[in-house]
């Protein structure tokens, strides 16, 4: 297993890591543990950074026990997430996501998951209502728990694919375990977190969708796909790998 896992290492990734937190800094971990930093993900998913901070702080203060939130009216939690994308979602779900982890675990909290192994927990986080992969995995990677666990969603996705660091037409829900394959084994949760919030910051500022500006990106030399900037880009194509691959080894 351990030769396997060499073999697909992918050399790129740690210059990759470096040259992301020269650019846009390293993560920032709150240390919450699971159950707050969950709550906050599912509370702050889609708005900017400052406005999910404010909006949890002022949840946690109106209800100071879980078990409080778990009985929390959604049309008060609506009134409290103004501000929000999809607070009326959110203000079902949050509940609803509490009281799906009492009825499974029996206690109104996350304990358990340290005795998991990372796939498992992020299996049981994204079965929880409205918690998608991509939310189970910056739990796992952004709280007390630490776990080497790559949070991918549809931007940062984007120059994951452009870099090649998955194969071409892997989906989204794939492409986690397909990179982190490709990082080296000993890498920890704050490096892996790093990785996502650096891809997640090119992903806003170059990378975008359509034409990237490839001219200011930091990772230009490392990239295959650097050289059809005039295209808009999903993937790079077998040609472009080909010839990427060729023009690295001369
Ligand atoms: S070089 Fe261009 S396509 Fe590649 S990651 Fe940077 S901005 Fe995206």
Redesign the pocket.
Known sequence: MQTSLTFTQNADLPVILDRLERSYGRATRHKRDAMRQLIFMVVAQGAAPSVGLAVFDRLQAVYPSWARLRDAEPRDLEALFIGLPDREKKARAIPEILKAIEAEHGELDLDHLAEMSTDAARIWLAALPGVSLSVASAVLAFSTLERPSLAVDRENV??MR??GLCPQGTPLSAVPREVMEGAPADWSGAQMASLSHGLGR??AT???RGK???Q?????T?????G??AEV?AFPSAEARQAWAAKRSA
Do not use: G, I, K, N
């Open positions: 984007r120059p452009r870099l090119l992903a170059v990378c975008q990237p500006a490839c200011r990106c930091p990772l230009m490392l990239c295959p796909s650097s059809h900037v880009l």
